[in-house]
């Protein structure tokens, strides 16, 4: 496996958390680095907004400091397509791998890797909102903001996730990653409430586009061991992206996924074609000039996001999910990210009426969620 794990080239502390046990585990990671506390953010974020690539500066600094908000979110998904019902934990903000195509790009009022070491809050959060909530049944999850694992060995985040998810069988957490960074992941027992995902593309795309992340063959081992030790796996193809031969690409990594993991270990997979904020598009073209998926056709959907023309994202979801189901994954639960209801019914031949219907999809065959 191809693990190349992320450091930063320094360490920035804010004062506030120089004495949390999250930052001490950080420091004791980190130790042979460079290390600054702090007592504001706000002058060092704008030194790296003012210079000539800031998500390229931003990614090779480490800031250490608390949440300020709130950590747990509904998923914003996007207006007018069909959601999943799903929440997200604020526990990182940003990522050290380096996609063309990432939506972080654009967030531009905090480009540093940021972790949030304010521990205690986030756990008395999410037993508020699991108490107040105690009737339903949540998917959570921590890889919006960034990549769920790729921090791992300098947090050990997931032992502590998982550890509170094994005790509040009302949730269900997913940890999203495009990573080989299982190592804390395997030192647990596995609960039947925690799924392990990976985003996965075609190796093309891959190699091309998803600079700093470990092939998808390997990605797909790291699922087969965390799968061999009891976990739930889950799997997003997304964004799918069109070029010649994506046929072939895409194919070839079902094969290899069917073929190296038992399905029943599979929780679920997405499928989400590319789609992006015109404001996207520049930065993506000054970022990495030599990327062509930005110009492809694209249409501007109900969301104001580019997309492609329906036919073609149809062409491609038919085929992957037809693929998927030659190869033996035709009971696994599948939901598109952001689609709307006539995507779902051409190629599943059923459209779920809300995300509540999506959620149930998703979590009636784990048996979790007492529906
Ligand atoms: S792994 Fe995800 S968060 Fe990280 S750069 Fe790629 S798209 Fe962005």
Redesign the pocket.
């Known amino acids: 496996m191809d693990e190349t794990r992320y450091f930063p080239n320094k360490v920035y502390v804010t004062k506030d958390s120089e004495n949390l046990p999250m930052t001490q585990k950080i420091l004791e990671n980190t130790g042979h680095l460079p290390v600054e506390i702090i007592l504001d953010s706000r002058e060092l974020i704008e030194d790296v907004l003012m210079s000539r690539n800031p998500v390229g500066e931003g990614k090779k600094l480490l800031l250490v400091t608390h949440q300020r908000g709130g950590y747990v979110k509904p998923c914003p998904c996007t207006p007018k397509y069909i959601g999943c019902n799903y929440f997200i934990i604020n526990t990182e903000l940003n ?5 063309s ?4 790009q654009l967030y531009l009022n905090n480009p540093l890797i940021t972790i949030h070491a304010n521990t205690s809050q986030l756990y008395l959060q999410l037993d508020a909102f699991l108490h107040k909530n105690r009737n339903r049944f949540f998917r959570i999850g921590t ?1 919006e903001l ?2 769920s694992l ?1 921090l791992d060995h300098l947090t050990d985040r997931s032992s502590e996730l998982i550890s509170y998810f094994a005790d509040h069988p009302n949730a269900l957490l997913e940890l999203k990653t ?1 990573t080989v960074n299982i190592k804390n992941v395997l030192a647990h027992e596995p609960p039947g409430n925690i799924v392990i995902a990976w ?1 996965l593309n075609s190796e093309k795309i891959a190699g091309e586009e ?1 600079i700093g ?1 470990p092939s998808v063959h390997n990605r797909i081992q790291a699922a087969r061991t965390v799968s061999q030790a009891g976990f739930r796996v889950g799997f997003h193809f997304d964004p799918i992206i069109h070029y010649e031969g994506w046929e072939d690409g895409y194919g070839e990594i079902i094969d290899d996924l069917m073929a190296g993991i038992d399905k029943d270990k599979i929780a679920w997979m997405s499928l989400g074609s590319l789609r992006f904020p015109p404001a996207l598009k520049p930065v993506i073209q000054k970022r990495f000039p030599q990327t062509k998926i930005i110009y492809d056709e694209f249409i501007t959907g109900k969301d104001g996001k580019l997309r492609y023309p329906k036919p073609l994202r149809l062409r491609l979801f038919q085929r992957i999910f037809s693929d998927l189901k030659k190869a033996g994954g035709g009971e696994i639960p599948v939901y598109f990210c952001m689609e709307s209801g006539d995507v779902w019914k051409n190629v599943q031949k059923k459209t779920p009426r809300s995300k509540k219907e999506v959620e149930k999809l998703l979590t009636l065959p784990l048996g979790v969620n007492g529906f």
């Open positions: 990522c050290p791998l380096d996609c195509y990432c939506i972080l890889g960034g990549d790729a495009k985003s998803e992340a």
